[in-house]
């Protein structure tokens, strides 16, 4: 089940961007800062009342402009409207309403989604200022007053929000059905591989609309197993939205990575890595979804004997943040691969899934600990008492220790490692929390 998507909107110069801030800086475990991913703050993770949501940020709209940057704007903003549960329509108590808010209010109360009005700025604590009840002239209800800077009504903001949210539902059972996105930059041949897959088998399933409007999801039987391929392509024939600010491709992959367990990261072999490619892959690593990295249009490249070593090391160099991942050289075109593509799909997946078992673990660390010793400082050693996996999807392992600031990402880099060389966990993310111990010599 996807998390719920809440799109901040507005015009130019509202403070939309400082309130993202606050609404993500707010919480104690958002999107961690990734060694090697270059990420830009358009979006989030957040929390509230037990309620997990994305929370997008967008360029600012005018409805009116034909500014080429401007135009390119609204259509991004545009973009995440489609795809948000809750808009929060950000206004300017200083400036007041504006012909621009006049106009970009029925354009957002015609999608259909739940939205609430945001009166921003308002920083001076005390009574609600007079001007904010020009802003009941938009006909959009009771604004929510709120200082971006200060944080002052932001906690009512959320309460509203997440009060819109669809009521929690049980996982869904998926059974042995392995849900894959299949996501990348435009035009690197998502939809050809979809299709591809499809077509070559002629089993498919079911076809029907996903949870976002763009999204297609394709039921999928063959010989390798049962799948729900779900294609973010359809937003491709947004013609301005592909040729604007690059950053907002990356919503069309947001919804499909939380709703999937396997992300396919397509790279198109003519064009070679970008940093959009970086950002897509990135949100499938913090998602801790099981990644292969799908390097297609590998039919039209001119290569000898040495082309793919070369390719491949240059790969593992630009996705350094995500050396777990297997890459494939593929042809959506031809069908190149697509059988080992499938194969990888199920290894990937059940790679994910593993679960190791105490006893197992704490030999492994025995060893380990033995081979290199734990980090000191200032005359005291890192004591690790014990290891054990937390959970699965990725898999999670909690190390208690004597004290956090000894254990030192090196260390636990290093533990990683050798848990990997042992259990292989190809194709997954692995998440170490570190858990002090109480006394035992603390």
């Known amino acids: 089940m996807s998390k719920p998507i809440v799109a901040i909107v507005g015009r130019p110069n509202v403070g939309k961007s400082t309130l993202f801030n606050k609404l993500v800086g707010r919480r104690l475990a958002i999107v961690e800062d990734v060694p090697g991913v270059t990420r830009d703050r358009l979006y989030g993770d957040a929390e509230w009342l037990n309620h997990e949501f994305l929370l997008i940020d967008t360029g600012g709209i005018d409805p009116s402009t034909d500014d080429g940057l401007l135009l390119r704007m609204r259509e991004q903003a545009q973009l ?6 809750v808009i929060l329509f950000v206004t300017d ?3 007041g309403v504006t012909a621009q808010d006049v106009d970009i209010a029925p354009m957002l109360l015609r999608s259909g989604k739940p939205l609430l009005l945001v009166v921003n700025k308002a920083d001076a604590p005390g009574e609600v200022p007079l001007e904010v009840y020009d802003f009941y002239s938009l006909g959009l209800g009771e604004p929510y007053v709120v200082s971006s800077i200060h944080g002052h009504g932001t906690g009512d903001l959320l309460d509203a929000v997440v009060a819109h949210f669809p009521p929690a539902e049980a996982e869904e059972e998926v059974g042995d059905r392995i849900p894959v996105a299949v996501i990348g930059r435009p035009n690197v041949g998502k939809s050809s591989l ?7 088998e002629r089993m498919i399933v079911a076809d029907e609309a996903g949870t976002t409007r763009d999204a297609v999801d394709s039921d999928v039987d063959n010989q390798w197993g049962k799948y729900t391929f779900i294609d973010t392509a359809g937003l491709r024939r947004r013609s301005k939205v592909e040729n604007g600010v690059e950053r907002y491709s990356v919503l069309r992959s947001l ?5 999937a367990r396997v992300a396919v990261i397509m790279i198109d072999a003519t064009q070679g890595f970008t940093e ?3 950002k897509v892959a990135g949100f499938a690593h913090e998602e801790g979804k099981a990644c292969i990295i799908a390097v297609n249009k590998w039919d039209a490249v001119e290569k000898d004997d040495k082309t793919m070593a070369a390719e491949r090391k240059k790969l593992e160099n630009d996705f350094s943040f995500m050396s777990y991942a297997p890459i494939i050289f593929i042809s959506a075109k031809t069908g190149q691969r697509l059988g080992k593509l499938m194969e990888l799909i199920n290894y990937v997946d059940s790679q994910n899934a593993m679960r190791i078992t105490t006893g197992v673990l704490n030999s492994l660390l025995a ?3 033995a081979r290199v010793q734990p980090p000191t400082d200032r005359g005291r050693r890192l004591k690790i008492y014990y290891m054990t996996q937390v959970s699965t999807r990725p898999p999670t392992f909690a190390c208690f220790i004597n004290d956090k600031k000894l254990f030192h990402f090196s260390y636990q880099r290093y533990l990683e490692n050798q848990i990997r060389a042992t259990f292989g966990l190809e194709g997954t993310p692995v998440r170490i929390l570190p858990r002090e111990r109480e006394g035992r010599g603390k």
């Open 194 to 200: 979809v299709n591809r897959i499809l077509g070559q």
């Open 93 to 95: 108590l200083h400036s």
């Open 276 to 278: 959009q490619d970086s």
């Open 367 to 369: 060893d380990a600990t």
């Open 80 to 85: 995440a409207i489609d795809t948000a549960t």
């Open 255 to 259: 919804a499909a990575v939380e709703r």
